[in-house]
């Protein structure tokens, strides 16, 4: 699995490429745990690379969002291919995460307010 972070404008951009599971789940948390302590505003995951995501994947993004949430920050999933799409509609979590199509509509969403 790789993790690559961008910096861009008031966010941080986590690009997650390869399954996300029990083993890399908290390779994926760590990450997060650390753009933490950096105070990062905003927090945008870039899934496109993703082609599978078990439920300690799922979780580890419920915790990130509980994180943002709790500094008034905001996290905006995006680029989610039609299966990882699935695990979060049939989990009902499509309406607890804010799922965006692409950077530029994540980008807009968090300048929204």
């Known amino acids: 699995m790789e993790l690559v972070v961008f910096e861009k404008q008031n966010a941080a951009i986590l690009k997650i490429v390869g399954d996300v599971d029990l083993y890399s789940s908290p390779q994926v948390r760590k990450k997060i745990l650390a ?7 905003n927090l945008l995951v870039d899934l496109d690379g993703v082609s599978y995501m078990d439920s300690s994947g ?3 993004l419920v915790e990130a969002l509980q994180l943002m949430k709790k500094r008034r920050g905001k996290l905006k999933l995006f680029n989610l291919r039609p299966a990882i799409r699935d695990v979060f509609e049939l ?3 499509d ?11 994540a980008m807009a969403a968090i300048s929204e307010g």
Do not use: H, P
């Open 91 to 93: 989990s009902r979590l």
């Open 58 to 60: 799922v979780a580890t």
């Open 35 to 41: 753009l933490m302590k950096k105070k990062t505003e």
């Open 95 to 105: 309406k607890v995460f804010d799922i965006c199509e692409d950077e530029n509509q």
